[in-house]
């Protein structure tokens, strides 16, 4: 039947003093919880899901200046990405001992171009508007087949293709969209090989197209359309209650009764052949684990998650979860697999908060690794999460990436970002954050010996954390403007 959980005397739950055990990040992640639990906007309500993970502080990732410095970087890089494998959490069983799902990012241009053509097909692109396409496409086609292709060509030439095709979506759905866009920049992401090779085909990033295209004129009149099927049989009344019951106990820190009452909803699963229930049964164990720093017994649950999951929404928690406890133990080649695989997958169900976090996460990875890259992974993230009106997510991605820029030595768009994320989280009645980037701010102003704009800078943070109950912020806030002045 899969992950035993009868075998609970494990004691993930027998704590020393009556107090669970912390792991280095969920001291931090608690205050996030919380406020999702608040919001209503999590179905699981113990999930490290997606909808509030701006309100988490950045996750720990190594700082490696030491290591680049003595060994110059691509040696020192060869040797994170090998020693990544075989970090270990402390307290914990080696977490390598799990098989990852690897997603290759290598992806060759001739795959990208047959797609965006079938993109196009699919879509119902009218004559007039593929020749228009195919101008770009053609310019495209010249560099491909070049010894040395001009990549920024190539870039430029499939951006200008895409955005003829979403201007035609949105016309035709009478809604804006950014869909085929999105993809060509998320796609930029990746490792290209832009020599051309048709052969070369990576089936992670195949195309899937609807059943139906965006031509109107093709849709199947009402009395062709196939007769209705019968409705799907609603879930199992008691099953229903038991996975309900269970997730309180969950909710009440009762995770040996939870773990057992799960167990009991996964026998009644099995039984019935419900896979889409177990999934979500494993997700929440995985999460139970992963609360108690039991890390390798959540991975393993989160995998078992996967193995039945019929919902993109599901998938998503458990890749995204799983990239948290591998990037929380520095292991850094899984963790940015699955926070990749998070992305498609949110892609997939236009979930561009999901997408938005995400891509930060691979950013502040990538940062700490000192590759610029990071910068277009902050960027993309930026521009998903301006489509949407989410204050939170967005003064999340301005924060990191203000972080980011400012291991690159640019303290003016530093600031410039900080003042974003402040505006942001203002907009969203989050104080706490909007004091916690005054801080940094101030921080960074104090570094370039700015000491007039530090000290106004952390007078109007302290007004924001005087709000909150985060005694710690006030009196380190407090402590550098007594120093200053």
């Known amino acids: 039947m899969g992950l035993n959980l009868s075998s609970v005397n494990q004691h993930p739950y027998i704590v020393k003093d009556g107090k669970k055990p912390v792991n280095s990040k969920e001291e931090q992640e608690k205050s996030a919880r919380q406020a999702e639990n608040e919001n209503g906007q999590n179905e699981h309500a113990r999930s490290k899901g997606l909808s509030l993970v701006e309100d988490k502080p950045k996750p720990f990732v190594p700082n490696y200046t030491a290591q680049v410095q003595q060994q110059g970087w691509q040696a020192a890089k060869s040797q994170i990405q090998a020693q990544s494998r075989y970090i270990a959490p402390q307290n914990s069983a080696p977490v390598d001992t799990f098989e990852h799902q690897n997603v290759s990012a290598n992806i060759n241009i001739a795959q990208v171009l047959k797609d965006f053509r079938n993109t196009a097909l699919a879509i119902g692109t009218p004559p007039e508007l593929q020749e228009e396409v195919d101008g770009y496409l053609n310019l495209i086609n010249s560099q491909v087949t070049k010894d040395n292709p001009n990549t920024k060509l190539i870039k430029s030439n499939l951006k200008n293709a895409s955005s003829l095709l979403d201007a035609y979506i949105s016309e035709t759905l009478n809604k804006e969209s950014k869909v085929v866009e999105n993809w060509v920049d998320a796609i930029f992401l990746q490792q290209i090989d832009f020599k051309y090779n048709e052969n070369d085909i990576n089936p992670q990033f195949l195309v899937k197209f609807p059943e139906k295209t965006l031509n109107k004129e093709q849709?199947?009149?009402a009395a062709e359309q196939p007769t209705p099927q019968p409705a799907v049989p609603k879930v199992d009344e008691e099953l229903k209650n038991m996975f309900k019951y269970s997730k309180q106990l969950a909710r009440e820190n009762n995770p040996k009764a939870a773990l057992l009452s799960f167990q009991k909803a996964l026998t009644r699963a099995d039984e019935l052949g419900e896979e889409s229930v177990k999934?979500?049964?494993?997700?929440?164990?995985?999460?139970?684990?992963?609360?108690?720093?039991?890390?390798?017994?959540?991975?393993?649950?989160?995998h078992k998650s996967l193995e039945s999951a019929t919902e993109n929404t599901v998938k998503i928690k458990a890749h995204y979860s799983m990239a948290q406890i591998y990037d929380n133990v520095n292991q850094i080649s899984p963790a940015l697999d699955h926070y990749y695989t998070t992305v498609a997958y949110a892609g997939e169900e236009d979930n561009l908060v999901a997408q938005s976090v995400s891509l930060t996460k691979m950013g502040n990875i990538y940062a700490d690794m000192y590759e610029q890259e990071s910068l277009e992974y902050y960027s993309t993230a930026k521009d998903l999460a301006a489509q949407t009106d989410n204050s939170k997510v967005k003064g999340y991605i301005a924060s990191n990436r203000a972080?980011?820029?400012?291991?690159?030595?640019?303290?003016?768009?530093?600031?410039?970002?900080?003042?974003?994320?402040?505006k942001h989280y203002t907009d969203a009645e989050s104080p706490?954050?909007?004091?916690?980037?005054?801080?940094?701010?101030?921080?960074?102003?104090?570094?370039?010996?700015?000491?007039?704009?530090?000290?106004?800078?952390?007078?109007?943070?302290?007004?924001?954390?005087?709000?909150t109950s985060d005694l710690d912020l006030i009196a380190e806030m407090s402590s550098k403007l007594e120093i200053l002045s």
């Open 432 to 467: 706490q954050k909007v004091a916690q980037n005054y801080n940094s701010a101030a921080d960074l102003m104090m570094e370039y010996h700015n000491i007039n704009k530090a000290k106004s800078l952390l007078t109007k943070g302290l007004h924001f954390a005087n709000q």
């Open 279 to 302: 999934s979500k049964i494993y997700l929440e164990v995985g999460d139970i684990y992963n609360d108690y720093n039991y890390l390798p017994q959540a991975l393993t649950s989160y």
């Open 403 to 422: 972080d980011g820029l400012n291991k690159f030595g640019e303290p003016q768009e530093a600031l410039h970002e900080y003042s974003e994320a402040v």
């Open 219 to 221: 849709e199947t009149p």
